[in-house]
């Protein structure tokens, strides 16, 4: 099964994908989206199209994206919310199962500790997928978290013939 993390922003948004396959994780890509923050707009489209460039390029089966759950600076949240929007849609038109899961869930995923910070976490995604190097910028790392979150949280409907 390949996984799309997306770990949404206004400018910058994190991607990754990885494969799950018998109980095993491995990095396919990851890295950014990256927008000036100037026309909206134009910015909602390019972004839509890149996303869906990457998708048509790794053929994901499962996407996963960071549920939004802060409130401390609504000058940001709201331009996020709207950027995660474009995201969702270009995720649903791709006909693709969408996850969603807060910042808690994703670092008790992945780390086991719900406080962990961005260090920690980007630290245990290179053990589980078996990355040498430091994982940069820190949303392609989220990204590959919410990826792995995505992938163990994942139970397909199973259908059998009884099933009528």
Known sequence: M?????????????????????????????????NAGRDKSSEYLSTEKALSSIMKKYHPDVAAIERLFFFNNQKTALPVSEMRGVLILS???????????????????????????KTQIEKMVRIILGIKKTIRPDDASDALAIAICGANNYTPLKVTGNNK
Do not use: H
């Open 91 to 117: 995720l649903a038109r791709a006909g693709l199962p969408i996850f969603e899961f807060t910042p808690l869930e994703i670092k008790q995923g992945v780390t086991g500790y719900g406080r962990a910070d």
């Open 2 to 34: 390949r996984i799309i993390g997306i770990d949404p922003g206004s400018t910058i948004i994190g991607y990754g994908i990885v494969e799950y396959t018998n109980s095993k994780f491995t990095c396919i890509d990851y890295g950014v989206i990256t």
